[in-house]
């Protein structure tokens, strides 16, 4: 039973536009939200990430966002780049806890 | 830079072989993932440990094993491979934090076994 979902397998977009990756939860004790990126034949690497505190989280181009009451959070990335075509994860944690939960990811291509 | 190591990137195994998969990591990190990735679930969590010589279940523990022997060094054991243990295996680590900002796991780069 996967407690977080990304539902959408894969995302193109044209270079310049923006991204939108969303990701779906079902634990409502996870308080603590990542995203990673992951280029093939590469480890996952960590992006940015959100606390349940918050409902916005800035770090450049990266925006991500979180909706507690919906259980969603998304992944904006403006403007895109063909750099940014990878694999990104959604990750799901809680202060008690040290390990966290991931989606199955999402296949963004970013066309120049 | 915090560094995971993997001992391979690529292994070939048969059926019923003694499998181990090695991950080092020299960040001093307290906690240490096993993860698999498989097209379609993404990474799921096979066993992880907070401290040397303790272990807790992941979500998939089931045909595997681990050993955390000394702090930076976590072994993934398959007992008896199988086919559909092929995968690809990603190890992680990350300090420990009780109640307070969460810290990030770092992930190695990742070993392709194939299980013939």
């Known amino acids: 039973d996967q407690q977080v979902k990304q539902n959408s397998p894969s995302l193109s977009v044209q270079e310049g536009r923006i991204s939108i990756l969303n990701c779906d939860y079902t634990?409502?004790?996870?308080?603590?939200f990542l995203w990673y990126k992951k280029y093939p034949a590469e480890g996952p690497t960590f992006l940015i990430s959100?606390?349940?505190?918050?409902d916005k989280n800035e770090d450049g181009r990266f925006t991500v966002f979180l909706n507690k009451s919906a259980k969603h959070l998304s992944l904006h990335i403006v403007p895109s780049q063909p750099g940014d075509s990878a694999v990104y994860f959604c990750a799901a944690s809680t202060v008690d806890n040290n390990d966290m939960r991931f989606g199955a990811g999402t296949r963004l291509t970013v066309k120049p | 830079d915090v560094k995971v190591t993997q001992s391979s990137r690529y292994l070939v195994k048969r059926t019923g072989e003694k499998v181990f998969l090695e991950c080092v990591q020299d960040m001093d990190h307290e906690n240490m993932f096993w993860y698999r990735q498989d097209p379609g679930l993404g990474l799921r969590l096979i066993y992880f440990?907070?401290?040397?010589?303790?272990?807790e279940k992941g979500d998939i523990p089931e045909g595997y094993s681990v050993s955390r022997e000394k702090k930076e060094r976590f072994s993934l054991i398959l007992e008896s491979a199988s086919t559909n243990q092929t995968s690809m295996y990603l190890c992680?680590?990350?300090?420990?934090?009780?109640?307070?900002?969460?810290?990030?796991?770092?992930f190695g780069p990742g070993t392709r076994l194939t299980v013939l």
């Open positions: 992680a680590s990350s300090f420990w934090t009780s109640g307070g900002p969460y810290n990030e796991q770092f």
């Open positions: 440990s907070y401290d040397v010589k303790m272990k």
């Open positions: 959100i606390s349940s505190i918050k």
């Open positions: 634990n409502s004790m996870f308080d603590y």
